[in-house]
């Protein structure tokens, strides 16, 4: 298959990750199917997109002509065969169970057409057990977008076991050309680059405020305005570059023996998943959130945060 056959995408839950992938897919021109387990979901998803549409149109990054031309490529079903049924590309983005995406991948394997290339968005999951009892190995890959996908450029495209050389140019080609930012990970391992980088951070993060040595808002308020914002310019090696890397050698080498080397999350955050304190969905975690993100297709504290990365992208792009 060609990048130009691939016309139509399917995307298997439409969740905080799915819904945000298929309207990316849509916006740039593809036909685009979305499945989930209910009516309800589906609805909600699509709620979701006309928000995040119109805070595109309100921001200037598409004219208001595209909600309608965007939303008119999208259709919903509930039924897997109807939805895979002229895939030439499916992504995945239900939830993070082995089981659960093992057994999706097998269904697709046997209801889609012989060409279609097989993606999932896994965060920590290895297609080498997602993909274990595909016949089509060579035509899975995992594409792992970054939350909120529809505004995140990067995606990570990571070659499994099988991947075949063509699936994974494919996959790559098909990213760019939505003007996504695919970076190639030649070998899988658990959590690829992007969610190793993010885990090591978080140990220390989840560190300091578990001990108190700054609150929540001061922390983030810290990284954005410190190391979030040279890391939006330049990337770590090259910031190292510039500050010395005789100055980096020489902190690392005296911080590293003293930063947090735990395995495991700090018991207070093991408490707060518990106790239903979960962020954003159960409005409250961290910080306190209004919870119509679940109601109304688009919250407060999301559009917010669009509205800065939004800027952010027009940067990028310019
Ligand atoms: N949330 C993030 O920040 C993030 C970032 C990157 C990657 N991911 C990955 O993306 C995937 C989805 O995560 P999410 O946060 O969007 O989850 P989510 O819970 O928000 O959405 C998952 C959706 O999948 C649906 N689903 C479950 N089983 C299904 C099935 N058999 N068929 C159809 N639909 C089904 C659920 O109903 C739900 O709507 C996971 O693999 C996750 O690791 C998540």
């Not at 570059?241 to 902190?251: M, Q, R, S, T, V």
């Amino acid at each position: 298959m060609q990048l130009e056959d691939i016309k139509n995408i399917s995307v298997i839950g439409v969740g905080t990750m799915g819904h945000g992938i298929g309207l990316t897919y849509a916006l740039r021109g593809y036909r685009v199917v979305l499945n989930d387990l209910s009516e309800a979901i589906l609805n909600n998803a699509m709620a979701h997109i006309r928000g995040e549409l119109k805070t595109f149109a309100e921001n200037e990054l598409i004219s208001q002509d595209m909600i309608e031309t965007t939303l008119s490529r999208i259709t919903t079903t509930t039924d897997l065969k109807e939805a895979v049924k002229d895939a030439d590309f499916v992504t995945e983005a239900v939830w993070e169970d082995i089981e659960v995406k093992r057994k999706l991948f097998s269904d697709l394997d046997i209801l889609c057409p012989g060409h279609t290339i097989l993606a999932s968005s896994t965060s920590a999951l290895l297609l080498q057990d997602i993909a274990s009892q595909c016949q089509r190995r060579g035509k899975t890959v995992i594409t792992h977008w970054v939350n909120p996908p529809h505004l995140v450029p990067a995606v990570e495209v990571v070659r499994g076991e099988g991947t075949s050389d063509e699936t994974m140019e494919l996959a790559y080609d098909l990213l760019r050309k939505i003007k996504k930012v695919p970076v190639r990970i030649m070998r899988e391992i658990p959590g690829f680059i992007l969610n190793r980088l993010q885990a090591a951070m978080m140990r220390e993060v989840w560190s300091l405020w578990q001990q108190g040595i700054a609150s929540a808002e001061d922390i983030d308020l810290l990284m954005k305005t410190s190391l979030g914002f040279r890391w939006a310019a330049i990337g770590p090696l090259a910031t190292a570059d510039l500050g010395g890397l005789d100055i980096f050698y020489n902190f690392t080498s005296r911080l590293l023996k003293v930063i947090s080397d735990v395995h495991e999350p700090p018991e207070e955050l093991k408490k707060m998943v518990a106790a239903g304190e979960l962020g954003l969905k159960s409005g409250k975690g961290f910080f306190k959130y209004d919870v119509s993100y679940f109601e109304e297709g688009q919250a407060e504290s999301v559009t917010a945060r669009d509205k800065k990365h939004i800027q952010l992208l027009k940067l990028w792009y310019s």
